[in-house]
């Protein structure tokens, strides 16, 4: 699986960005999706992830009622609408991917994605 994150920018406080994951790979529909972010000089966080049929979502506490994640499985695509930005949200987001997989448990763990996207640079402006 190949993972193609787009979607950031430079924005103020208080705006919306929707990033997007493009994936490619037959087996797409078949993997759990998750996004991370990375700001400068701190370790890779979760941030939320996606069950392979699309059926449940598991989003961090830190961005719980701000940030949400879809998928369409028929595009390959995923995406992670973020809203009511501060500038601790400001950092490298990542797509990344695990599987093929039949469960239905979500993981919050780096080392659980076997794929990793390139990243999109989310700045934001207080």
């Known amino acids: 699986v190949q993972l193609q994150a787009s979607g950031g920018g430079l924005v103020q406080a208080g705006v919306s960005l929707r990033l997007s994951c493009a994936a490619s790979?037959?087996?797409?529909?078949?993997?759990?999706m998750g996004w991370f972010r990375q700001a400068p000089g701190k370790e890779r966080e979760f941030v939320a992830a996606?069950?392979?049929?699309?059926?449940?979502?598991y989003v961090a506490e830190s961005v719980k009622g701000r940030f949400t994640v879809s998928r369409d499985r028929a595009k390959s695509m995923v995406f992670l609408r973020l809203n009511s930005l501060k500038p601790e949200d400001s950092a490298v987001y990542y797509c990344?991917?695990?599987?093929?997989?039949?469960?239905?448990?979500?993981?919050?763990?780096?080392?659980?994605?076997?794929?990793w996207g390139q990243g999109t640079l989310v700045t934001v402006s207080s």
């Open positions: 990344a991917a695990e599987g093929p997989t039949k469960s239905t448990y979500l993981r919050a763990y780096v080392r659980a994605y076997d794929y």
């Open positions: 790979g037959r087996t797409f529909s078949r993997y759990h």
């Open positions: 996606i069950a392979w049929r699309g059926t449940h979502q």
